[in-house]
């Protein structure tokens, strides 16, 4: 009987050794019901500079897990391999991550000397002129004098495409209140936690380097400000909806992501013509520029912007306005 439990425990583990979850995963945590109207949300962005990083191909850190014999005499010996087997992966599945940045970081080596002095500080435009729902107001994290502010503690990436006519913002967004900040991410009482990601216009030039860096980086500013902006905005219709709504069914989407054409299974929360932004099967956020979509998903020119959540008497703000050589932009 010992056996059978000792095998079936080893089974499972066998599983989860197939399996690997992302250190990076961010989980979506909704507690929004806690967040009162007319609350003021105190905006906290890591100090220092601005990460600004190539982005890696997909799956570039994975590794194949083929049919493993393990050598074992007794069951404790084979418990011993399929720990061994498991570290091994996981430290192999690290570096192979950690090697495919690196390779991915040279498209960024030209603008290192533009962002070495560009603070996360400084990407934040005047959060006056976000409008949120339900009466919701942004504030400079400086300006909290309470331990019962809520702090909107975010963290933005930026993501650079190997062909550099694409930028992403993969942003994480947690709230929760300040009297909490000390205690560990793990253990933090969480009002709220996500991931959205937008994607800028694409580009069309021949030289991308120097249409991003030209007058001492100005379009590349622009974007940047306008991606961290409409992610604040996207985030205000998130936690100001303060009920979850599941309307519409899930599809499948295929994207222009820069480098190649990306798949997501995920359901429409809005749409216009000019974006369209899902919420992912992880419950992450993702705004991406009709334009890059592949397939049947037509524009309605006559349509309404359809939001499948419980926002506001406010219309969802502008879609992004970076700048982009084309008529029209995750």
């Excluded at 503690?153 to 930028?167: A, E, F, G, V």
């Excluded at 216009?201 to 991003?212: A, L, Q, R, S, V």
């Excluded at 932004?277 to 349509?303: A, D, F, M, V, Y």
């Amino acid at each position: 009987m010992i056996r059978i439990i000792l095998i079936l425990c080893l089974s499972l583990m066998l599983s989860a050794c197939s399996t690997h979850q992302s250190k990076g995963y961010v989980k979506r945590i909704d507690n929004r019901v806690q967040i009162k109207d007319n609350s003021q949300l105190f905006v906290k962005v890591p100090t220092g500079t601005a990460i600004f990083i190539g982005k890696a191909a997909p799956n570039s850190g994975d590794i194949g897990h083929p049919s493993m014999l393990y050598p074992a005499i007794t069951p404790i010996d084979f418990f011993a391999a399929v720990i061994t087997h498991a570290a091994i992966a996981e430290s192999i599945k690290n570096d192979k991550k950690n090697r495919a940045q690196d390779v991915a970081d040279k498209v960024v080596i030209p603008y290192r000397t533009f962002i070495k002095d560009l603070v996360n500080q400084a990407l934040i435009t005047q959060l006056s002129d976000i409008a949120f729902s339900k009466g919701f107001q942004l504030k400079h994290y400086k300006d909290s004098q309470s331990d019962k502010d809520i702090v909107l503690d975010i963290t933005p990436i930026y993501l650079l495409s190997q062909n550099q006519d694409t930028l992403t913002l993969r942003t994480q967004f947690i709230a929760y209140y300040k009297k909490n900040e000390n205690i560990t991410l793990k253990k933090r009482p969480v009002l709220y936690q996500n991931q959205i990601e937008i994607l800028s216009p694409k580009i069309h030039t021949e030289d991308p380097t120097e249409y991003w860096l030209s007058n001492n980086g100005e379009k590349l500013l622009e974007t940047m400000r306008s991606l961290l902006s409409n992610t604040l905005k996207l985030g205000a219709i998130e936690i100001g909806s303060n009920k979850i709504i599941k309307k519409g069914n899930d599809q499948n989407f295929r994207y222009d992501d820069g480098d190649i054409v990306a798949f997501e299974r995920a359901r429409i929360i809005q749409e216009d013509c000019e974006q369209v932004i899902i919420r992912t099967l992880r419950g992450w956020l993702k705004s991406i520029p009709r334009e890059r979509l592949k397939g049947q998903h037509p524009c309605n020119i006559n349509q309404k912007p359809k939001i499948d959540l419980s926002v506001t008497d406010k219309p969802f703000p502008d879609p992004i306005t970076s700048v982009s050589t084309t008529d029209r932009t995750i």
